[in-house]
């Protein structure tokens, strides 16, 4: 098989380039997106210098692992605790405030210890990394599942410092694209100097892509904390709400499958009795929140009964159902696992549409029989095997619609569900091994 371009080829060079070009050059419209996203978000423009790389001075090395958004964050939390377990300071970098934000809820004592510090991600070219390098003297890199930026990479092997992905994954359809594109930045994934991955499938498109030091660790996404906070509070929330009445989640909905989930719900609902025992009762979770006023209206246009979140329960999320509505919207961010807990099955977004399924480990590991749409290129290693064991199913939008008409709400129990998640156990442990392996740690596995 003919080798992929790869992150020392001349012509790879050339495209390294043409994209530091685009970053000179479109800086002012990258300065404008965070401007008119903090607009509406003000996180988004807060911390503007830590784009830039600009930091205070450290007196120790830390380890760096970046973690994109929420998902990669809590996908990392099992390994990040780990490592302040065996003494290491961290300094985690975000590009969303989402992924941000979570870090300093999840790692509070640590960075009230100065064990620990969230920051944004420096913009992609070389002087901002260099400053950050500076500042924090990693002694080696993470970064979390499907990251592969450029100058990240190629700053990070300029000055020696060991960048290795975590929780890796390379989809089918990833890889095909970027065999297509001159433009891709799958030409750049030779320059880690090492690569964790979720399966062999994954570890063999890394390999034609010019990986040598490749170790198949598994998927950590299942060893992620679960907040007890949140599992208290549905389970002190659930005997408000109507009984008997199945409930069913609508995780992570992206924006352009909003419309057709609003009129699956306003088609289900209506073939159900107000009065009903069965009639179920749906939590829609929009993935953005710049999507919960969007969602409101589209519910409200429906003529759908629902309620949102932040208008029933508090802070602490105490409060009680409201009585006559068959939706809530969920309009938080970080208490997926609230609204998860709640429910007797779960449809996880992005896959009905064209963007790729989000994550299934979360519905999975609190025991809900889940549904995902056909796109699951992003999560295949989870998903076929899922789908296999017959605690996943594959849907079109028109099949969602005639399972929900069909009152088949469980396909799958809590005891299969939890043999499919022991079975993707032991992933942080064979990182820090990988970990040892490559970069020369001494961790405690």
């Known amino acids: 098989m003919k080798p992929l371009p790869n992150n020392s080829s001349i012509s790879t060079h050339l495209v390294y380039i043409l994209y530091r070009m685009i970053w000179v050059f ?3 419209l990258i300065l404008a997106y965070l401007y008119k996203r903090g607009r509406k978000d003000p996180a988004y423009w807060a911390h503007l210098p830590e784009r830039f790389g600009l930091h205070r001075q450290r007196a120790e090395q830390h380890v760096w692992i970046h973690a994109v958004s929420l998902g990669e964050l809590r996908s990392a939390a099992p390994l990040i605790n780990q490592l302040l377990a065996q003494g290491e300071y961290v300094v985690t970098t975000h590009f969303t405030p989402a992924g941000r934000s979570a870090a300093q809820k999840l790692f509070a004592d640590a960075i009230a210890q100065g064990r620990l510090t969230p920051v944004y991600v420096p913009f992609d070219y070389g002087l901002a990394f260099l400053r950050f390098f500076k500042a924090f003297r990693p ?15 190629r700053t990070a092997k300029w000055r020696g410092i060991p960048l290795v992905l975590c929780n890796g994954q ?44 490749i170790a198949i660790t598994g998927e950590m996404r299942f060893e992620q904390d679960i907040p007890d906070v949140l599992i208290a509070a549905s389970q002190a929330f659930e005997p408000s709400m109507p009984p008997k009445r199945p409930v069913i989640t609508l995780a992570s909905i992206v924006h352009d499958e909003e419309d057709h989930f609003v009129e699956i719900l306003k088609t289900t609902l209506s073939s159900f009795a107000d009065d009903a025992p069965e009639r179920p009762i749906f939590i829609f979770v929009p993935r953005a929140p710049e999507r919960f006023d969007v969602v409101a209206n589209k ?45 007797q ?4 977004g992005g896959g009905f549409g064209d963007l790729g399924s989000h994550n299934i480990s979360e519905p999975l590991s609190l025991g809900k029989p889940t549904i995902i749409g056909q796109g699951d290129f992003f999560i295949e290693f989870l998903s076929h095997e899922a789908i296999a064991q017959g605690v996943v199913k594959k849907m079109t ?17 809590p005891n299969d569900i939890q043999a499919y998640c022991n079975g993707l156990s032991g992933a942080t442990s064979r990182s820090l091994a990988a970990l040892n392996t490559f970069v020369g740690t001494t961790y405690v596995e």
């Open 26 to 28: 479109g800086m002012p």
């Open 397 to 413: 939008y028109n099949e969602l619609q005639e399972f929900f008409m069909a009152r088949r709400y469980g396909f799958s129990t």
């Open 299 to 343: 519910l409200k246009s429906a003529g759908i009964a629902f309620v949102r979140r932040s208008e029933t329960l508090d802070a602490t999320l105490n409060g009680e159902w409201r009585a006559g509505c068959d939706v809530m919207l969920g309009d938080s961010l970080g208490e997926m696992y609230f609204y998860l807990n709640l429910c």
């Open 139 to 153: 002694k080696y890199g993470l970064v979390m599942e499907i990251e592969f930026w450029p100058g990240m990479i």
């Open 345 to 348: 099955m779960a449809v996880v």
């Open 170 to 213: 390379y989809s089918q359809r990833a890889f095909e694209r970027d065999q297509k594109s001159l433009l891709s930045r799958g030409r750049f994934v030779s320059g880690f100097a090492a690569v964790m991955v979720k399966s062999e499938a994954h570890a063999e498109r890394f390999r034609q892509r010019g990986v040598q030091k």
